[in-house]
């Protein structure tokens, strides 16, 4: 019975309770918000072992700061703003690492995933179509990986999580003006990105 009422809670009430040690609430709250959660850091960090270890962390920081939550803005917002934040942390100090030749963990091939392959839907795609979404997908998420951290992480919650400027800018604690002028350089970086590696392929085609 208490499960069923909890389920029926909303993100708030769960987290207030969370605040005052309820551990069941906080399950619940993790339960309802785990997969989007992965599915943001994984898209950002691109290594699926990886965003499972940060993940934890987003939910582990958020359960140490329950106390203090207050609901001044959506508990989703709150929570990708911990994840956000982590992520951008996590890119820097890697490249910091790799200035001082520490190899960076290991990275998997293709690595986003949960990617939908709607390029040819309501159609019957040859295998040679197919090869060339695939492709094309995988030169997006590489590309999208090369990005500096601020603009990736706009550049996700935009085209994968289908935010508002608003919601982003909370966030990433950015005015709407900023995420503005952050997803215009990424979006042009990101076309760049895309030339440069299909001129690639065509002078080393695979």
Excluded at 87 to 104: A, E, H, T, V, Y
Excluded at 116 to 121: E, I, L, R
Excluded at 164 to 175: G, H, P, R, V
Aim: charged share 30%; with cysteine.
């Amino acid at each position: 019975m208490n499960d069923l009422l909890d389920e029926k809670a909303s993100n708030e009430n769960l987290m207030a309770r969370s605040g005052r040690g309820d551990s069941h609430a906080f399950e619940t709250l993790v339960r309802r918000h785990q997969s989007s959660v992965l599915n943001l850091v994984h898209r950002f960090i691109g290594d699926r072992i990886e965003a499972e270890d940060l993940a934890q962390e987003v939910f582990l920081r958020a359960w140490q700061s329950a106390a203090t939550y207050k609901p001044t803005a959506k508990f989703t917002t709150w929570i990708y703003r911990i994840a956000a934040n982590l992520c951008i942390n996590k890119q820097r100090s890697d490249r910091i690492r790799r200035l001082f030749m520490i190899p960076p963990s290991r990275k998997e091939e293709g690595g986003l995933g949960n990617e939908s392959s709607t390029d040819h839907a309501g159609k019957n795609p040859s295998p040679e179509d197919l090869l060339l979404v695939a492709e094309r997908r995988r030169q997006v998420l590489n590309a999208i990986q090369q990005l500096p951290a601020n603009q990736k992480m706009a550049l996700i919650l935009k085209r994968y999580d289908d935010l508002s400027y608003k919601e982003i800018s909370k966030i990433m604690d950015l005015s709407v003006s900023a995420v503005d002028a952050l997803l215009i350089r990424a979006k042009r970086n990101l076309r760049g990105k895309l030339v440069s590696l299909e001129k690639k392929s065509r002078v080393f085609p695979r």
